[in-house]
């Protein structure tokens, strides 16, 4: 069995997805359905030359989700099909939308929304996240404990877990780990403590944004975050897209349940390879796949 895992956001970079569009010129129509729908010039951003214009969080979001799906699709053109779709964290989105549950030009909107309301949650440099290299998820959680404003964000593999939260609290818990043994701390770029309860005012406003959008039932199995199961349920997919905003991503669980359902083969699918490094480290008996 085959599982398409679609990258997260901190994947974007300038000129990213020439080489698809160059392969298939007429993607650029989903560049124009972008523009339609929330007024954004999306090609003009990613081929242009200010990349703190592309790093602004809703920038970002919708312009890995439009590459990841023109390189989903040319995957498709080549016969590559998926038995299963995941993504990390913003990817899940385009695993949503691989699986038909959303259309691209509600994807383009909701993704749009959920990076704004992400930027506006928190004000900037008020928190941020931070990469633990090879240290003990249980011995990262036990010197948490002592530290309630930060909180794990990204469960990615067993030797990287990212955590989040409101910064003051954020930089001491970092100098307590890299005491307790943690092999690396590396802050992360980015503009604030994301997957964290800090960011409860986004997961509401994206609540409200998209509850009249129409989610479908899923033409493939999708393996969400939040739950680290199948799920089929369109209320709970949206649920689950919706409520990921201040929870952890299981990406190791994740991995895993698929691989329990007899995943054998990942396709990693977006502008980088993060997720294969990843899944080397839960399990290197798979087979992986760049697009």
């Known amino acids: 069995m085959r599982c398409f895992v679609f990258t997260g956001q901190g994947s974007q970079f300038l000129g990213m997805g020439k080489d698809i569009l160059e392969l298939k010129p007429e993607y650029n129509i989903y560049f124009d359905k972008v523009k339609d729908r929330i007024g954004v010039d999306i090609k003009k951003i990613i081929f242009g030359d200010d990349e703190k214009e592309l790093t602004l969080t809703q920038n970002a979001q919708v312009a890995i989700l439009t590459i990841s799906y023109m390189k989903y699709l040319y995957a498709l053109s080549k016969g590559l099909t998926p038995d299963v779709v995941a993504g990390h964290s913003l990817g899940e989105w385009t695993a949503i939308l691989a699986a038909e549950v959303i259309s691209f030009e509600d994807a383009v909107e909701a993704v749009y929304y959920r990076g704004l309301y992400m930027s506006e949650a928190i004000e900037p440099g008020k928190g941020g996240m931070a990469a633990i290299i090879g240290m003990d998820v249980s011995e990262i959680e036990r010197v948490l404990k002592n530290y309630p404003n930060v909180q794990i964000a990204n469960y990615n593999s067993p030797s990287q877990i990212v955590i989040s939260g409101e910064m003051e609290e954020l930089l001491i818990s970092m ?117």
């Not at 701390?185 to 609540?207: I, M, Q, T, Y």
């Open 175 to 291: 100098e307590k780990l890299k005491e307790s043994g943690a092999k690396k701390v590396v802050p992360l770029n980015v503009s604030g403590p994301f997957h964290s309860k800090f960011l409860k005012e986004a997961e509401d406003r994206l609540r409200r944004k998209i509850e009249k959008l129409p989610f479908n039932k899923p033409k493939i199995p999708v393996v969400q975050n939040v739950s680290a199961k199948f799920e089929t349920d369109p209320e709970v997919i949206k649920e689950n897209v919706i409520r990921q905003i201040t929870s952890p991503v299981r990406w190791i669980e994740c991995v895993q349940e698929c691989i329990r359902n007899g995943v054998d083969e990942f396709v990693e699918i977006g502008p980088t390879q993060v997720l294969t490094k990843f899944i080397k480290q839960i399990d290197r008996n798979v087979k992986l796949v760049n697009i």
